[in-house]
């Protein structure tokens, strides 16, 4: 069983920065992706970032340029630094990976709120 916990939330006002974190724990025999997702009231879940096994990463066209996922593999951990926040960044943020114990299955985070104010 793995489970994922998101940390780094909070308000800010328009065009500061937040680091949110992603620790993941439990029998991982390896995280093969990882992402981050986002939900505002009433909008549906979107995808916000994600980084690949291989390396690859794709982001929002609304998030390019402002936000960064990372990972750190000794750690079992991934971030989204997001910067130059906009009041339609609001949302909760969702943390989800792809990992293997006996089998692949896809984990996702609680959520953490960020709320941007103008």
């Known amino acids: 069983q793995v489970q994922l916990v998101e940390s780094g939330g909070g308000l800010v006002q328009a065009g500061g920065s937040l680091r949110l974190s992603c620790a993941a724990s439990?029998?991982?025999?390896?995280?093969?992706?990882m992402g981050w997702y986002r939900q505002a009231p009433g909008k549906q879940r979107e995808l916000v970032a994600q980084?690949?096994?291989?390396?690859?990463?794709n982001y929002a066209d609304s998030v390019k340029g402002r936000f960064t996922i990372s990972r750190d593999n000794a750690k079992n951990t991934f971030y989204l630094q997001m910067n130059s926040l906009k009041p339609e960044d609001t949302a909760v943020y969702y943390c989800n990976a792809v990992a293997v114990t006996t089998k692949t299955r896809i984990y996702w985070g609680q959520g953490t709120q960020v709320a941007v104010s103008s």
């Open positions: 439990g029998s991982i025999f390896s995280i093969n992706a």
């Open positions: 980084l690949t096994d291989g390396g690859r990463t």
